[in-house]
């Protein structure tokens, strides 16, 4: 059973990123993650930004044959991009967020838990969905940090 801690309504800034971004089966998301975070990351060191918030990925479709995803830091001022990594915004608008503790496979659920809430509470999905790692596959399967925004606006 999932681990929410809560599901909250909050109103979002506007905010900086890098992102690289492709289609690939899930099978392959950890594989694309890693390598994306390693591009950014160095990227980051050379033109001197900082990230602003915990790195994430954004899912723009649910095709877990065909996921077409995005793998960012929040940056504290816009950067330019440069070949696949690209410079971005998460605009800012109301959203549904929760803090999922567990494993990656367990996330399923919570997200099915969040489309019954946001349906209850006469809101309509309207983005992408994001994840945002607070911590790593360094950690324990069930000490893992998730927070999961859904952006949404009234019916």
Same mark, same amino acid.
């Given at each position: 059973?999932?681990?929410?801690?809560?599901?909250?309504?909050?109103?979002?800034?506007?905010?900086?990123?890098?992102?690289?971004?492709?289609?690939?089966?899930?099978?392959?998301?950890?594989?694309?993650?890693?390598?994306?975070?390693?591009?950014?990351?160095?990227?980051?060191?050379?033109?001197?930004?900082?990230?602003?918030?915990?790195?994430?990925?954004?899912?723009?479709?649910?095709?877990?044959?065909?996921?077409?995803?995005?793998?960012?830091?929040?940056?504290?001022?816009?950067?330019?991009?440069?070949?696949?990594?690209?410079?971005?915004?998460?605009?800012?608008?109301?959203? /549904?967020? &929760?803090?999922?503790?567990?494993?990656?496979?367990?996330?399923?659920? /919570?997200?099915?838990?969040?489309?019954?809430?946001?349906?209850?509470?006469?809101?309509?999905?309207?983005?992408?969905?994001?994840? &945002?790692?607070?911590?790593?596959?360094?950690?324990?399967?069930?000490?893992?940090?998730?927070?999961? /925004?859904?952006?949404?606006?009234?019916?």
């Amino acid at each position: 059973m999932p681990r929410i801690t809560n599901i909250e309504l909050m109103m979002q800034k506007e905010q900086h990123t890098i992102t690289v971004r492709t289609r690939t089966a899930v099978q392959n998301l950890p594989q694309f993650i890693g390598e994306s975070y390693g591009r950014l990351g160095a990227y980051l060191m050379e033109k001197g930004g900082y990230l602003s918030e915990v790195p994430f990925v954004a899912y723009h479709n649910m095709d877990m044959q065909d996921l077409d995803v995005e793998a960012g830091f929040p940056v504290a001022t816009a950067l330019e991009g440069r070949d696949e990594i690209k410079s971005g915004i998460i605009p800012a608008g109301l959203i /549904v967020f &929760c803090i999922y503790r567990g494993p990656y496979d367990g996330i399923g659920p /919570v997200y099915e838990e969040m489309a019954e809430w946001i349906s209850k509470n006469g809101l309509i999905p309207s983005g992408s969905a994001y994840e &945002c790692y607070y911590n790593g596959p360094e950690f324990p399967p069930e000490e893992l940090l998730t927070k999961i /925004v859904m952006p949404v606006h009234k019916a």
